[in-house]
T-cell receptor, first 114, second 114 residues
Framework: AQKVTQAQTEISVVEKEDVTLDCVYETRDTTYYLFWYKQPPSGELVFLIRRNSFDEQNEISGRYSWNFQKSTSSFNFTITASQVVDSAVYFCALSCFGNEKLTFGTGTRLTIIP | DTEVTQTPKHLVMGMTNKKSLKCEQHMGHRAMYWYKQKAKKPPELMFVYSYEKLSINESVPSRFSPECPNSSLLNLHLHALQPEDSALYLC?????????????FGPGTRLTVL
């Protein structure tokens, strides 16, 4: 069975602070894919990143960075120098090879205080 | 262009009404999805169409009826809904060539059942 845990339900930080969103996953498959999506108040789920289980390289995209560690089954997401536009619900998700289903975590609501 | 469009944005209907939600993508994707999302919860998968054939039905009540007229369009026909069916309905698409391709989501339809 697949499972994704986002233990942080809500986080509030002051603008320009760095913030890390945690994601821990469970699967018995050796081939799997991890995703992060952003859901602003408008409702659309915006794709941020996809990583496969064989690529543990960390990734940086502008102010966003992702730390994938198979040893701890974690795929954490860091926003550097946060901005008000980063306020949203962030979902971590898992998909295993051969399975079309995305397993979502419960989401972390991030509020950036101006 | 990673755009999935959905109409209408908002829909209010009575329990005896018949209505339809529409989803369209022009990315050449061959897999399309319907999700239901209640407030403060992650999206829940309802249906998956792969190459225009229904491949997954997550035991959704028959008052929801999906239809895939062609590879670019996905409809969700609604009939005799209940107030608890009020939710955000999200459509997504993916390439469909690999079963763990990235899913791209539309903006959703906010449905209210009176």
């Amino acid at each position: 069975a697949q499972k994704v845990t986002q233990a942080q339900t809500e986080i509030s930080v002051v603008e320009k602070e760095d913030v890390t969103l945690d994601c821990v996953y469970e699967t018995r498959d050796t081939t799997y894919y991890l995703f992060w999506y952003k859901q602003p108040p408008s409702g659309e789920l915006v794709f941020l990143i996809r990583r496969n289980s064989f690529d543990e390289q960390n990734e940086i995209s502008g102010r966003y960075s992702w730390n994938f560690q198979k040893s701890t089954s974690s795929f954490n997401f860091t926003i550097t120098a946060s901005q008000v536009v980063d306020s949203a619900v962030y979902f971590c998700a898992l998909s295993c090879f051969g399975n079309e289903k995305l397993t979502f975590g419960t989401g972390t609501r991030l509020t950036i205080i101006p | 262009d990673t755009e999935v469009t959905q109409t209408p944005k908002h829909l209010v209907m009575g329990m005896t009404n018949k209505k339809s939600l529409k989803c369209e993508q022009h990315m050449g994707h061959r897999a399309m999805y319907w999700y239901k999302q209640k407030a403060k919860k992650p999206p829940e998968l309802m249906f998956v169409y792969s190459y225009e054939k229904l491949s997954i039905n997550e035991s959704v009540p028959s008052r929801f009826s999906p239809e895939c007229p062609n590879s670019s369009l996905l409809n969700l026909h609604l009939h005799a809904l209940q107030p608890e069916d009020s939710a955000l309905y999200l459509c997504a698409s993916s390439q469909g060539q690999q079963l763990s391709d990235t899913q791209y989501f539309g903006p959703g339809t906010r449905l209210t059942v009176l």
